[in-house]
RNA sequence: CGGGGCGUAGUGUAGUAGCAGCACGAGUCUUUCGGGAAGAUUUAGCCCGAGUGCAAAUCUCGGCGCCCCGACCA
Protein backbone atom coordinates (compact mmCIF):
# COMPACT_ATOMS: atom_id res chain seq x y z
CA UNK A 1 0.00 0.00 0.00
CA UNK A 2 0.83 3.57 -0.97
CA UNK A 3 0.96 5.67 2.07
CA UNK A 4 0.56 8.50 -0.15
CA UNK A 5 -3.02 6.75 -1.04
CA UNK A 6 -4.54 6.45 2.51
CA UNK A 7 -7.07 8.37 3.38
CA UNK A 8 -6.12 9.03 6.99
CA UNK A 9 -3.77 10.88 8.47
CA UNK A 10 -1.51 11.28 11.45
CA UNK A 11 -2.01 13.40 14.32
CA UNK A 12 1.26 14.85 15.52
CA UNK A 13 -0.85 15.42 19.24
CA UNK A 14 -3.23 12.89 21.18
CA UNK A 15 -6.80 14.30 21.53
CA UNK A 16 -6.23 15.85 24.78
CA UNK A 17 -9.45 13.61 26.76
CA UNK A 18 -7.54 10.24 25.93
CA UNK A 19 -5.28 9.06 28.35
CA UNK A 20 -5.34 5.62 27.98
CA UNK A 21 -1.98 4.47 25.79
CA UNK A 22 -4.13 2.43 23.36
CA UNK A 23 -6.45 5.48 22.67
CA UNK A 24 -3.73 7.45 21.86
CA UNK A 25 -1.58 5.70 19.79
CA UNK A 26 -4.52 4.03 17.35
CA UNK A 27 -6.14 7.59 17.32
CA UNK A 28 -2.83 9.47 16.12
CA UNK A 29 -1.75 7.18 13.86
CA UNK A 30 -5.32 6.98 12.55
CA UNK A 31 -5.97 3.12 13.06
CA UNK A 32 -9.74 3.78 14.61
CA UNK A 33 -11.96 6.62 14.86
CA UNK A 34 -13.99 7.43 17.97
CA UNK A 35 -17.84 7.94 17.30
CA UNK A 36 -18.71 7.63 20.73
CA UNK A 37 -17.41 6.45 23.96
CA UNK A 38 -17.00 2.58 23.79
CA UNK A 39 -17.58 2.74 19.39
CA UNK A 40 -14.79 2.94 17.45
CA UNK A 41 -14.59 3.28 13.84
CA UNK A 42 -12.18 0.49 12.17
CA UNK A 43 -9.61 2.32 9.51
CA UNK A 44 -7.78 0.98 6.73
CA UNK A 45 -4.51 0.57 9.21
CA UNK A 46 -6.44 -0.58 12.05
CA UNK A 47 -8.45 -2.98 10.20
CA UNK A 48 -5.46 -4.99 8.37
CA UNK A 49 -4.69 -5.49 12.35
CA UNK A 50 -7.85 -6.18 13.02
CA UNK A 51 -7.67 -8.65 10.34
CA UNK A 52 -5.24 -10.83 11.05
CA UNK A 53 -5.69 -11.37 14.74
CA UNK A 54 -9.72 -12.42 13.05
CA UNK A 55 -7.65 -14.84 10.58
CA UNK A 56 -5.30 -15.87 13.87
CA UNK A 57 -8.01 -16.85 15.52
CA UNK A 58 -10.26 -18.30 13.06
CA UNK A 59 -7.48 -20.56 12.32
CA UNK A 60 -6.55 -21.93 15.88
CA UNK A 61 -10.38 -22.52 16.50
CA UNK A 62 -10.84 -23.95 13.48
CA UNK A 63 -8.09 -26.16 14.31
CA UNK A 64 -10.40 -27.61 17.05
CA UNK A 65 -13.80 -28.52 14.87
CA UNK A 66 -14.57 -25.38 15.05
CA UNK A 67 -17.34 -24.15 12.48
CA UNK A 68 -18.15 -21.04 11.50
CA UNK A 69 -21.61 -19.13 11.82
CA UNK A 70 -23.03 -16.09 11.70
CA UNK A 71 -26.00 -15.35 14.11
CA UNK A 72 -28.17 -12.66 13.85
CA UNK A 73 -27.46 -9.45 16.03
CA UNK A 74 -31.69 -8.59 16.00
CA UNK A 75 -32.82 -10.98 18.68
CA UNK A 76 -37.37 -11.36 19.23
CA UNK A 77 -37.69 -10.89 22.87
CA UNK A 78 -39.50 -14.49 23.80
CA UNK A 79 -36.27 -16.20 23.20
CA UNK A 80 -34.62 -14.38 26.17
CA UNK A 81 -37.94 -14.50 28.53
CA UNK A 82 -37.21 -17.73 28.12
CA UNK A 83 -34.06 -17.76 30.33
CA UNK A 84 -35.09 -15.13 31.95
CA UNK A 85 -32.24 -12.30 30.98
CA UNK A 86 -34.56 -10.11 29.22
CA UNK A 87 -34.07 -7.66 32.00
CA UNK A 88 -30.40 -8.07 31.92
CA UNK A 89 -29.18 -4.39 32.45
CA UNK A 90 -26.29 -4.72 29.52
CA UNK A 91 -28.96 -5.42 26.91
CA UNK A 92 -29.56 -2.95 24.61
CA UNK A 93 -33.55 -3.46 23.93
CA UNK A 94 -35.83 -1.56 21.39
CA UNK A 95 -38.97 -1.33 20.02
CA UNK A 96 -40.13 -1.10 16.40
CA UNK A 97 -43.44 1.21 15.39
CA UNK A 98 -45.71 -1.77 15.88
CA UNK A 99 -44.27 -1.60 19.86
CA UNK A 100 -43.01 -5.04 19.24
CA UNK A 101 -40.08 -5.79 21.34
CA UNK A 102 -36.03 -6.87 20.38
CA UNK A 103 -32.95 -6.83 21.62
CA UNK A 104 -29.71 -6.29 20.30
CA UNK A 105 -26.87 -9.53 21.34
CA UNK A 106 -24.84 -9.08 23.84
CA UNK A 107 -24.23 -12.59 24.05
CA UNK A 108 -26.09 -15.55 22.26
CA UNK A 109 -26.82 -18.24 23.97
CA UNK A 110 -30.46 -17.83 23.61
CA UNK A 111 -29.77 -17.67 19.53
CA UNK A 112 -27.31 -20.97 19.35
CA UNK A 113 -29.01 -22.80 21.61
CA UNK A 114 -31.91 -23.74 19.88
CA UNK A 115 -30.44 -23.34 16.61
CA UNK A 116 -28.43 -26.56 17.40
CA UNK A 117 -31.18 -28.49 19.02
CA UNK A 118 -32.81 -28.10 15.29
CA UNK A 119 -29.87 -30.62 14.49
CA UNK A 120 -29.19 -32.61 17.22
CA UNK A 121 -31.42 -35.78 17.78
CA UNK A 122 -28.77 -38.60 18.20
CA UNK A 123 -25.82 -38.75 19.94
CA UNK A 124 -23.82 -39.89 17.14
CA UNK A 125 -24.52 -35.53 16.07
CA UNK A 126 -23.02 -34.56 19.51
CA UNK A 127 -20.16 -32.81 19.12
CA UNK A 128 -21.52 -29.56 18.11
CA UNK A 129 -18.59 -26.92 17.77
CA UNK A 130 -20.17 -23.64 16.10
CA UNK A 131 -18.43 -20.26 16.23
CA UNK A 132 -18.75 -16.34 15.06
CA UNK A 133 -16.85 -13.63 14.62
CA UNK A 134 -19.20 -10.95 15.55
CA UNK A 135 -20.71 -7.53 16.61
CA UNK A 136 -21.87 -7.51 20.26
CA UNK A 137 -23.68 -4.71 22.25
CA UNK A 138 -23.48 -3.89 25.74
CA UNK A 139 -24.90 -1.19 27.54
CA UNK A 140 -21.81 0.08 29.20
CA UNK A 141 -22.25 2.35 32.10
CA UNK A 142 -18.81 3.18 31.99
CA UNK A 143 -17.11 2.15 28.61
CA UNK A 144 -13.38 3.05 28.90
CA UNK A 145 -10.00 2.92 28.25
CA UNK A 146 -9.84 3.28 24.06
CA UNK A 147 -10.43 -0.19 22.94
CA UNK A 148 -10.71 -1.81 26.27
CA UNK A 149 -13.85 -1.75 26.93
CA UNK A 150 -16.62 -0.96 24.57
CA UNK A 151 -20.04 -0.38 24.02
CA UNK A 152 -20.20 -2.30 20.88
CA UNK A 153 -17.23 -4.46 20.10
CA UNK A 154 -16.93 -7.56 17.66
CA UNK A 155 -16.32 -10.59 19.70
CA UNK A 156 -15.39 -14.35 19.14
CA UNK A 157 -18.28 -16.70 20.69
CA UNK A 158 -17.56 -20.24 20.49
CA UNK A 159 -20.45 -22.98 22.11
CA UNK A 160 -19.73 -26.42 21.92
CA UNK A 161 -22.32 -28.96 22.76
CA UNK A 162 -21.81 -32.20 24.23
CA UNK A 163 -23.65 -35.43 25.26
CA UNK A 164 -21.85 -35.96 28.40
CA UNK A 165 -19.63 -33.57 30.75
CA UNK A 166 -16.51 -35.52 30.33
CA UNK A 167 -16.44 -35.18 26.69
CA UNK A 168 -17.49 -30.93 27.77
CA UNK A 169 -14.00 -31.06 29.90
CA UNK A 170 -11.88 -32.55 27.56
CA UNK A 171 -12.98 -30.10 24.66
CA UNK A 172 -12.60 -27.31 27.54
CA UNK A 173 -8.74 -28.47 28.07
CA UNK A 174 -8.63 -28.12 23.96
CA UNK A 175 -9.89 -24.55 24.62
CA UNK A 176 -7.54 -23.49 27.14
CA UNK A 177 -4.32 -24.70 24.66
CA UNK A 178 -6.27 -23.00 21.50
CA UNK A 179 -6.78 -19.84 23.58
CA UNK A 180 -2.46 -19.70 24.18
CA UNK A 181 -1.91 -20.58 21.28
CA UNK A 182 -3.80 -17.19 20.05
CA UNK A 183 -2.95 -15.03 23.00
CA UNK A 184 1.40 -16.85 21.63
CA UNK A 185 0.55 -15.66 17.92
CA UNK A 186 -1.01 -11.90 19.25
CA UNK A 187 2.53 -11.83 20.81
CA UNK A 188 0.89 -12.08 24.25
CA UNK A 189 2.09 -15.33 24.86
CA UNK A 190 4.57 -14.65 28.26
CA UNK A 191 2.01 -12.04 29.44
CA UNK A 192 -0.78 -13.99 29.22
CA UNK A 193 -1.62 -15.97 32.43
CA UNK A 194 -4.69 -18.68 32.71
CA UNK A 195 -7.16 -17.40 35.94
CA UNK A 196 -9.68 -18.84 38.39
CA UNK A 197 -12.52 -17.08 37.96
CA UNK A 198 -16.31 -17.14 39.89
CA UNK A 199 -18.21 -19.47 37.31
CA UNK A 200 -21.44 -18.27 38.23
CA UNK A 201 -24.44 -20.78 39.94
CA UNK A 202 -23.88 -23.11 37.08
CA UNK A 203 -19.83 -24.56 38.30
CA UNK A 204 -17.21 -23.71 40.85
CA UNK A 205 -15.10 -21.99 38.73
CA UNK A 206 -14.64 -20.52 34.76
CA UNK A 207 -11.28 -19.39 33.16
CA UNK A 208 -10.06 -16.45 32.55
CA UNK A 209 -7.09 -15.79 30.09
CA UNK A 210 -5.79 -12.50 31.85
CA UNK A 211 -2.99 -10.50 30.67
CA UNK A 212 -0.08 -8.49 32.96
CA UNK A 213 -0.16 -4.78 31.96
CA UNK A 214 -0.27 -1.63 33.46
CA UNK A 215 -3.20 -0.18 32.28
CA UNK A 216 -5.34 -3.60 33.40
CA UNK A 217 -8.64 -2.60 35.15
CA UNK A 218 -8.52 -6.21 36.54
CA UNK A 219 -6.01 -7.15 39.53
CA UNK A 220 -5.40 -11.08 39.69
CA UNK A 221 -3.71 -12.24 42.49
CA UNK A 222 -0.77 -14.57 40.66
CA UNK A 223 1.10 -17.92 41.51
CA UNK A 224 4.76 -17.50 40.18
CA UNK A 225 5.00 -21.47 40.42
CA UNK A 226 2.30 -22.28 38.36
CA UNK A 227 1.74 -19.54 36.07
CA UNK A 228 -1.64 -19.61 37.45
CA UNK A 229 -3.95 -16.44 38.47
CA UNK A 230 -6.51 -16.49 41.04
CA UNK A 231 -9.64 -13.32 40.25
CA UNK A 232 -9.70 -11.20 43.63
CA UNK A 233 -13.78 -11.89 43.65
CA UNK A 234 -12.52 -15.93 44.85
CA UNK A 235 -9.36 -15.07 46.44
CA UNK A 236 -10.77 -15.44 49.96
CA UNK A 237 -13.07 -18.20 48.85
CA UNK A 238 -9.33 -19.86 48.28
CA UNK A 239 -7.69 -18.62 51.61
CA UNK A 240 -5.15 -16.19 50.09
CA UNK A 241 -3.42 -19.15 48.33
CA UNK A 242 -2.73 -20.92 44.85
CA UNK A 243 -5.34 -23.63 44.84
CA UNK A 244 -2.73 -26.36 43.07
CA UNK A 245 0.65 -25.73 45.24
CA UNK A 246 -0.94 -24.02 48.19
CA UNK A 247 1.65 -21.27 47.46
CA UNK A 248 0.86 -17.83 49.64
CA UNK A 249 3.27 -15.97 48.00
CA UNK A 250 1.05 -14.42 45.62
CA UNK A 251 1.72 -11.42 43.64
CA UNK A 252 -0.60 -8.99 42.98
CA UNK A 253 -0.82 -7.31 39.04
CA UNK A 254 -2.93 -5.49 36.91
CA UNK A 255 -4.19 -6.91 34.32
CA UNK A 256 -6.25 -6.89 31.38
CA UNK A 257 -9.17 -9.83 30.64
CA UNK A 258 -8.41 -11.01 27.47
CA UNK A 259 -10.19 -14.22 27.18
CA UNK A 260 -12.94 -15.94 29.18
CA UNK A 261 -14.36 -19.52 29.38
CA UNK A 262 -17.23 -21.14 30.80
CA UNK A 263 -18.70 -24.66 31.74
CA UNK A 264 -22.25 -23.71 31.13
CA UNK A 265 -23.54 -27.72 31.69
CA UNK A 266 -27.06 -27.74 31.29
CA UNK A 267 -28.38 -24.47 32.24
CA UNK A 268 -28.89 -23.26 29.21
CA UNK A 269 -29.55 -26.62 27.46
CA UNK A 270 -32.45 -27.33 30.36
CA UNK A 271 -34.43 -24.43 29.53
CA UNK A 272 -34.47 -25.08 25.70
CA UNK A 273 -35.08 -28.89 26.75
CA UNK A 274 -32.15 -29.72 24.60
CA UNK A 275 -32.17 -33.45 24.75
CA UNK A 276 -30.69 -36.52 22.64
CA UNK A 277 -31.21 -39.89 22.78
CA UNK A 278 -28.00 -42.60 23.62
CA UNK A 279 -26.46 -45.63 22.52
CA UNK A 280 -29.59 -47.27 24.93
CA UNK A 281 -32.54 -45.16 23.06
CA UNK A 282 -32.23 -42.97 26.68
CA UNK A 283 -32.51 -39.00 26.02
CA UNK A 284 -30.36 -37.17 28.33
CA UNK A 285 -29.93 -33.10 28.63
CA UNK A 286 -27.17 -31.89 26.37
CA UNK A 287 -23.90 -30.48 27.90
CA UNK A 288 -22.73 -26.84 26.87
CA UNK A 289 -19.89 -24.96 26.94
CA UNK A 290 -18.98 -21.36 25.80
CA UNK A 291 -15.93 -19.65 24.73
CA UNK A 292 -15.13 -15.79 24.15
CA UNK A 293 -12.60 -13.27 22.85
CA UNK A 294 -12.72 -9.66 22.35
CA UNK A 295 -11.08 -8.85 19.08
CA UNK A 296 -10.93 -5.16 19.80
CA UNK A 297 -10.02 -5.34 23.36
CA UNK A 298 -7.28 -7.87 22.46
CA UNK A 299 -5.96 -5.30 20.13
CA UNK A 300 -5.88 -2.43 22.00
CA UNK A 301 -4.09 -5.16 24.89
CA UNK A 302 -1.67 -5.54 21.86
CA UNK A 303 -1.19 -1.80 21.49
CA UNK A 304 -0.84 -1.64 25.83
CA UNK A 305 1.66 -4.25 25.89
CA UNK A 306 3.88 -3.25 23.09
CA UNK A 307 5.10 0.24 22.63
CA UNK A 308 7.30 2.75 23.79
CA UNK A 309 7.69 6.60 23.73
CA UNK A 310 7.67 6.49 19.82
CA UNK A 311 5.06 4.66 19.07
CA UNK A 312 3.32 1.06 18.51
CA UNK A 313 5.66 -1.98 18.12
CA UNK A 314 3.73 -4.66 16.49
CA UNK A 315 4.07 -7.99 16.91
CA UNK A 316 4.81 -10.01 13.74
CA UNK A 317 1.86 -12.14 13.52
CA UNK A 318 -0.54 -8.76 13.58
CA UNK A 319 1.66 -6.08 12.10
CA UNK A 320 -0.43 -4.12 9.54
CA UNK A 321 2.56 -4.81 6.76
CA UNK A 322 6.31 -7.05 7.58
CA UNK A 323 8.03 -4.14 6.39
CA UNK A 324 7.72 -0.13 5.82
CA UNK A 325 9.78 1.24 2.95
CA UNK A 326 10.43 4.68 2.91
CA UNK A 327 12.08 6.71 0.19
CA UNK A 328 14.13 9.63 1.61
CA UNK A 329 14.54 12.77 -1.20
CA UNK A 330 13.14 13.20 -4.19
CA UNK A 331 16.04 12.13 -6.91
CA UNK A 332 14.59 10.44 -9.99
CA UNK A 333 17.31 7.26 -9.10
CA UNK A 334 16.13 7.03 -5.61
CA UNK A 335 12.52 6.96 -6.70
CA UNK A 336 13.31 4.50 -9.37
CA UNK A 337 14.82 2.38 -6.67
CA UNK A 338 12.09 2.67 -4.06
CA UNK A 339 9.35 1.65 -6.69
CA UNK A 340 11.34 -0.82 -8.01
CA UNK A 341 11.79 -2.60 -4.20
CA UNK A 342 8.25 -1.88 -3.46
CA UNK A 343 7.31 -3.69 -6.87
CA UNK A 344 9.58 -7.12 -6.00
CA UNK A 345 8.39 -6.94 -2.39
CA UNK A 346 4.88 -7.40 -3.55
CA UNK A 347 5.79 -10.01 -6.36
CA UNK A 348 7.49 -11.99 -3.36
CA UNK A 349 4.35 -11.45 -1.34
CA UNK A 350 5.61 -9.40 1.29
CA UNK A 351 3.54 -6.78 2.76
CA UNK A 352 4.50 -3.58 2.27
CA UNK A 353 3.66 0.01 3.38
CA UNK A 354 5.88 2.26 1.23
CA UNK A 355 6.20 5.77 1.95
CA UNK A 356 6.21 7.38 -1.68
CA UNK A 357 5.33 10.90 0.11
CA UNK A 358 6.94 13.71 -1.01
CA UNK A 359 7.18 16.86 0.97
CA UNK A 360 7.86 15.21 3.98
CA UNK A 361 11.13 15.32 6.17
CA UNK A 362 13.15 12.57 6.41
CA UNK A 363 12.27 13.31 10.16
CA UNK A 364 8.70 13.16 9.55
CA UNK A 365 8.70 9.92 8.39
CA UNK A 366 11.15 8.27 10.47
CA UNK A 367 8.78 9.77 13.73
CA UNK A 368 5.62 8.55 11.94
CA UNK A 369 6.85 4.60 10.96
CA UNK A 370 7.98 4.32 14.78
CA UNK A 371 4.39 5.59 15.68
CA UNK A 372 2.65 3.08 13.23
CA UNK A 373 4.71 0.47 14.64
CA UNK A 374 5.78 -1.83 11.43
CA UNK A 375 8.59 -4.39 12.68
CA UNK A 376 10.91 -3.87 9.61
CA UNK A 377 12.24 -0.65 8.33
CA UNK A 378 13.58 -0.27 5.10
CA UNK A 379 15.42 3.14 4.05
CA UNK A 380 16.10 3.78 0.35
CA UNK A 381 17.98 7.19 0.22
CA UNK A 382 21.10 8.98 -1.79
CA UNK A 383 23.14 8.15 1.13
CA UNK A 384 22.35 3.95 0.63
CA UNK A 385 22.18 5.00 -3.02
CA UNK A 386 25.71 5.15 -3.54
CA UNK A 387 26.70 2.29 -1.12
CA UNK A 388 24.49 -0.37 -3.31
CA UNK A 389 22.37 -0.93 -0.21
CA UNK A 390 19.33 -0.23 1.52
CA UNK A 391 18.90 0.17 4.85
CA UNK A 392 17.20 -2.32 7.28
CA UNK A 393 16.08 -1.48 10.89
CA UNK A 394 13.81 -3.68 12.93
CA UNK A 395 11.16 -1.86 15.77
CA UNK A 396 12.74 -3.64 18.45
CA UNK A 397 15.89 -2.48 18.07
CA UNK A 398 18.16 0.12 17.44
CA UNK A 399 20.85 -1.12 15.34
CA UNK A 400 20.67 -0.18 11.43
CA UNK A 401 22.04 -2.31 8.92
CA UNK A 402 23.11 -2.04 5.48
CA UNK A 403 21.74 -4.76 3.35
CA UNK A 404 23.27 -5.15 -0.45
CA UNK A 405 20.34 -4.30 -3.21
CA UNK A 406 21.78 -7.89 -4.98
CA UNK A 407 21.24 -9.66 -1.43
CA UNK A 408 17.79 -8.38 -0.62
CA UNK A 409 15.91 -11.46 -2.07
CA UNK A 410 17.54 -13.92 0.13
CA UNK A 411 17.79 -11.51 3.37
CA UNK A 412 14.01 -11.29 3.47
CA UNK A 413 13.99 -15.34 3.14
C1' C B 1 -25.41 4.78 38.88
C1' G B 2 -22.12 7.89 42.93
C1' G B 3 -17.81 11.21 42.82
C1' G B 4 -14.25 14.41 40.17
C1' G B 5 -12.47 17.04 35.80
C1' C B 6 -13.54 19.16 31.16
C1' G B 7 -15.94 21.20 26.34
C1' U B 8 -12.58 27.68 21.96
C1' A B 9 -10.33 25.91 14.10
C1' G B 10 -8.72 19.11 11.89
C1' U B 11 -5.16 18.73 16.60
C1' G B 12 -3.01 21.30 20.86
C1' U B 13 -3.61 25.78 23.48
C1' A B 14 -4.44 31.50 25.17
C1' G B 15 -8.33 34.53 26.34
C1' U B 16 -12.88 34.77 33.12
C1' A B 17 -17.52 40.48 30.70
C1' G B 18 -15.46 44.95 26.00
C1' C B 19 -12.33 43.64 18.18
C1' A B 20 -11.35 35.41 19.35
C1' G B 21 -5.40 35.10 19.30
C1' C B 22 -1.18 31.65 18.78
C1' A B 23 1.25 26.98 17.21
C1' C B 24 0.88 22.68 14.45
C1' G B 25 -2.08 20.68 10.45
C1' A B 26 -4.38 21.42 5.64
C1' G B 27 -4.23 24.29 0.42
C1' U B 28 -1.01 27.07 -3.27
C1' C B 29 4.03 28.65 -4.88
C1' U B 30 9.39 28.62 -4.24
C1' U B 31 13.57 26.55 -1.93
C1' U B 32 14.51 22.12 0.79
C1' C B 33 15.00 16.60 2.00
C1' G B 34 18.76 11.20 7.22
C1' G B 35 15.07 12.14 13.17
C1' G B 36 8.87 16.18 13.59
C1' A B 37 12.22 21.94 7.37
C1' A B 38 12.36 27.69 5.59
C1' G B 39 9.92 31.84 3.24
C1' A B 40 5.46 33.88 0.94
C1' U B 41 0.24 33.26 0.80
C1' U B 42 -4.56 31.12 1.97
C1' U B 43 -7.91 28.27 5.05
C1' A B 44 -10.67 27.10 9.44
C1' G B 45 -13.30 27.86 15.71
C1' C B 46 -16.22 29.63 21.09
C1' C B 47 -20.96 22.00 22.13
C1' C B 48 -26.55 23.23 22.11
C1' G B 49 -30.66 26.09 24.28
C1' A B 50 -32.60 29.63 27.58
C1' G B 51 -31.59 33.64 31.06
C1' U B 52 -28.92 38.16 33.19
C1' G B 53 -26.77 42.37 31.22
C1' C B 54 -25.43 48.21 27.06
C1' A B 55 -22.25 44.06 25.98
C1' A B 56 -21.42 36.78 27.09
C1' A B 57 -16.29 32.14 24.80
C1' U B 58 -16.33 34.35 29.80
C1' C B 59 -21.80 34.93 34.63
C1' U B 60 -26.60 31.79 35.84
C1' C B 61 -29.86 27.64 34.69
C1' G B 62 -30.97 23.42 31.69
C1' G B 63 -29.44 19.93 28.09
C1' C B 64 -25.81 17.12 25.25
C1' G B 65 -20.97 15.09 25.00
C1' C B 66 -15.96 13.43 26.48
C1' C B 67 -12.22 11.72 30.12
C1' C B 68 -10.78 9.83 35.02
C1' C B 69 -11.88 7.21 40.00
C1' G B 70 -15.49 3.95 42.12
C1' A B 71 -19.77 0.59 41.65
C1' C B 72 -21.29 -2.77 37.77
C1' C B 73 -19.18 -6.25 34.01
C1' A B 74 -23.46 -14.61 33.25
Known amino acids: MRQSEIFT ?107 VKNFVNSYKDLPVYVYQIQDKFRDELRSKSGLLRGREFVMKDLYSFHAD ?13 AYFKIFERCGLGKDTFL ?43 EKNQCPECGNKKLEIRKSIEVGNIFKLKDKYTKVFDFKFKDKEGQEKIVMMGCYG ?22 PEEVAPFKVHLIKIGESLEVKSLAEKIYQDLQKQGIEVLYDDRENKTAGE ?3 EADLIGIPLRMVVSEKTLKLDSVEMKKRTEEEIKLIKINDLPQFLN
Open 9 to 115: KILREAPKDELSINAQLLIRAGFVDKLMAGVYSYLPLGLLVFKKIENIIREEINNIGGQEVLLPVLHPKALWEKTGRWQHEEMFRLKNREEKEFSLGWTHEEIVTPL
Open 165 to 177: EKDLDSYYEKVKI
Open 195 to 237: TLASGGTFSKYSHEFQTITPAGEDEIYLCPKCNLGINKEIIQE
Open 293 to 314: IGLGRLMGTIVEAHNDTRGMIW
Open 365 to 367: KFA
